[in-house]
Nanobody
Framework: QVQLVESGGGLVQFGGSLRLSCAASGRTFSNYAIGWFRQVPGKEREFVAA????????DYVDSVKGRCTISRDNAQNSASLQKNSLKPEDEGLYYC???????????????WGQGTQVAVSS
C-alpha cells in the first residue's frame, strides 16, 4: 500500500495558476503510476492526468491539455500537477492516486489520498 497526501490547493483567481503536490510513503513509489482526479459534489470522480512509473508517459483529459503538466520525482517520492489558466470548471477536490499501471479509470487505482480543494474566483 502507498500512502498519499495531497497539498497545494486553495483559492485562486480566474486565469491564475496552482501547483498541487502529492507526497507518498510506504511501498516503493517508482513501482506505481500516479493519477490525478477531480471531484465536485454530486458527481463522480473524473480523470485529469496520469503519469507512468518512470515518468515517460503522460496523459491528460482534453479539457486541461495545454494548461496542465503532471510530473513526478521518484527520488523524492512525490508527484505534482501544475495547473495554469484556471477556470471555474477546474474547481473541485483533487485527489492523487496510485496504480500499478497508468490508466484513466478510477477502478484501476488502488491507493488514494484525502484530496485537496481547489476553488477559482471569477
Amino acid at each position: 500500500q502507498v500512502q498519499l497526501v495531497e497539498s497545494g490547493g486553495g483559492l485562486v483567481q480566474f486565469g491564475g495558476s496552482l501547483r498541487l503536490s502529492c507526497a507518498a510513503s510506504g511501498r516503493t513509489f517508482s513501482n506505481y503510476a500516479i493519477g490525478w482526479f477531480r471531484q465536485v459534489p454530486g458527481k463522480e470522480r473524473e480523470f485529469v492526468a496520469a503519469i507512468s512509473r518512470r515518468g515517460i508517459t503522460t496523459d491528460y483529459v482534453d479539457s486541461v491539455k495545454g494548461r496542465c503538466t503532471i510530473s513526478r520525482d521518484n527520488a523524492q517520492n512525490s508527484a505534482s500537477l501544475q495547473k495554469n489558466s484556471l477556470k471555474p470548471e477546474d474547481e473541485g477536490l483533487y485527489y492523487c492516486a496510485a496504480a500499478t499501471m497508468w490508466s484513466r479509470g478510477t477502478n484501476e487505482y488502488q491507493d488514494w489520498g484525502q484530496g485537496t480543494q481547489v476553488a477559482v474566483s471569477s
